[in-house]
């Protein structure tokens, strides 16, 4: 089965490290509903940035648990419901 791999800013690799952020978001779009929806993973492969290959410090290997769809909003996108 295969690995889903995502980058992600520092500040929200941090977070889920440290146990304070429980979920990742990804906008609903074609790009993302190509790449998840119909397919299994094995795990979640989340990456500070673009480690190299041989830094495992910036790498956290997760089960991978589904995904579900949600309306949120967050300051990256202003107060509008995403």
Not at 30 to 35: D, G, K, T
Not at 40 to 59: A, H
Request: hydrophobic share 35%.
């Amino acid at each position: 089965m295969a690995d889903l791999h995502l980058a992600l800013k520092g500040e929200y690799f941090d977070a889920i490290k440290a146990g304070t952020k429980t979920e990742e978001y990804r906008m609903v779009c074609p790009f993302w509903a190509m790449r998840i929806e119909g397919r299994e993973f094995q795990r979640v492969i989340l990456t500070r940035g673009y480690p190299k290959r041989t830094d495992w410090s910036r790498r956290l290997e997760l089960p991978w648990r589904g995904y579900t769809v949600k309306t949120i909003t967050h300051p990256h996108f202003g107060n509008v419901p995403i």
